[in-house]
């Protein structure tokens, strides 16, 4: 049997069972934008980098507000969505040269959704081959990069 060690997420995973509510409601009360990853705090949504990335760069747009479906957010929530999608790409252009991206929502649990409460939209950069047969066959991701390392390479694109 092969294993892949990867004992900086267990710090993550122990405390994941033991909070209580909604993660990005937590996140953006702490006030701990570095340490939570948090690229940009706009007037009704936020970007964050996605601690289980599928590429380096993946980026999440998150509402302020707590509602899980599109349908409740309203144009200024959308907007500050969009727009800071905009700037996401933006900055993954200037920084990582990707030759494509990938946006989306996975509304509802059986959508996919791993948090299904709280609306947030995916941005993640391609590159040709980057999802390789170790993704298919091996149920492993290849990350070139630490999220940590992602994190002050995109922060500042979002200090202006």
Known sequence: MDRLWTPWRFEYIRELGNQAGCVFCRILSEGQDEANLILHRAKTAFAILNLFPYTSGHVLIVLNRHVPFLRDADRDE?????????????????????????????????????????????????????????????????????????????????SA
């Open 78 to 158: 959308l907007r500050d969505m969009l727009e800071l999608a905009q700037r996401c790409e933006r900055a993954l252009e200037a920084e990582y040269h990707p030759e494509g991206y990938n946006l989306g929502f996975n509304l509802g649990r059986a959508a996919g959704a791993g948090v299904d409460q709280h609306l947030h939209m995916h941005l993640l950069p391609r590159w040709t081959g980057d999802a390789s047969f170790i993704s298919v066959v091996g149920e492993t991701r290849v990350l070139p990069e630490e999220v940590t390392q992602t994190y002050h390479r995109l922060r500042p694109y979002f």
